[in-house]
């Protein structure tokens, strides 16, 4: 056992003579560091020179230029997006625009003279067909006796007319969208013989499964002679 030992004792004091070195290397390092005993790399290369100078890296404009120029940037970019959002809009709102042959269809004009006393006419608006008859006094007369309170879907004559000579709304049945046919029915006015719904001369409902009076679509007078729809 005496061989063991001594062999330890011997490595033991030379590790403490590592330590021991390795403490005085450190102490001499940060004696140096404190006192500016050192070789700097950086510009200057002396004992004063503790923080590194970055000037080499730095661009040669100066500060302001290179605002500027980033500030230029930014404002054609923001010009240039306007610019397109502007162009995709507008190309947006004229293709949803209404074309030339819709809207010469989104007003009809019929000249009043060619309809004679007590005769019916069909035009086409907006791909549906409008009545106008031109209703004799005695018409006239019958469709206002007619008691409101009786009626399906309850409407004075005065109410769908704006002159009581010229009655005008769609022709289109309230059923199922049929088209009645005029001077016909058990009322003299329209029948639809689809399901036999009947029209008085004020295009009211007064027999059969339709639930509504005929629409009557805006129109007005120019003219005494003139009248446009839409």
């Known amino acids: 056992?005496?061989?063991?030992?001594?062999?330890?004792?011997?490595?033991?004091?030379?590790?403490?003579?590592?330590?021991?070195?390795?403490?005085?290397?450190?102490?001499?390092?940060?004696?140096?560091?404190?006192?500016?005993?050192?070789?700097?790399?950086?510009?200057?290369?002396s004992k004063a020179s503790k923080i590194p100078d970055w000037g080499s890296y730095m661009t040669k404009n100066s500060i302001g230029s290179n605002n500027l120029v980033s500030y230029f940037?930014?404002?054609?970019?923001?010009?240039?997006?306007?610019?397109?959002?502007?162009?995709?809009?507008q190309e947006f709102l004229k293709n949803m625009s209404a074309s030339a042959d819709v809207l010469a269809m989104a007003k009809v004009e019929v000249d009043l003279n060619?309809?004679?006393?007590?005769?019916?006419?069909?035009?086409?608006?907006?791909?549906?067909?409008?009545?106008?008859?031109?209703?004799?006094?005695?018409?006239?007369?019958?469709?206002?006796?007619?008691?409101?309170?009786?009626?399906?879907?309850?409407?004075?004559?005065?109410?769908?007319?704006?002159?009581?000579e010229w009655l005008v709304m769609l022709g289109v049945c309230t059923h199922l969208g049929c088209v009645p046919i005029g001077e016909a029915g058990d009322f003299g006015g329209w029948f639809c013989p689809c399901h036999g719904s009947h029209?008085?001369?004020?295009?009211?409902?007064?027999?059969?499964?339709?639930?509504?009076?005929?629409?009557?679509?805006?129109?007005e007078f120019p003219e005494d002679d003139k009248l446009i729809i839409g």
Do not use: C
């Not at 330590?19 to 404190?34: G, K, Q």
């Not at 005695?138 to 005065?158: C, F, H, T, Y």
């Open 114 to 164: 060619a309809i004679p006393e007590g005769k019916n006419v069909i035009i086409k608006w907006r791909g549906k067909p409008v009545f106008i008859r031109h209703r004799t006094q005695g018409e006239i007369d019958e469709a206002n006796k007619i008691d409101v309170k009786s009626l399906r879907d309850p409407q004075a004559d005065e109410d769908r007319v704006q002159k009581p």
């Open 73 to 89: 940037m930014v404002g054609a970019m923001g010009a240039i997006t306007a610019a397109g959002a502007k162009s995709t809009v």
């Open 199 to 219: 029209y008085d001369i004020s295009g009211r409902i007064r027999k059969g499964p339709a639930p509504l009076n005929l629409e009557v679509p805006e129109y």
């Open 1 to 45: 056992m005496a061989p063991l030992t001594i062999a330890s004792r011997a490595l033991a004091r030379e590790a403490s003579k590592t330590a021991t070195l390795r403490s005085v290397r450190a102490l001499s390092t940060s004696s140096s560091l404190r006192d500016g005993n050192y070789s700097s790399p950086f510009k200057g290369n």
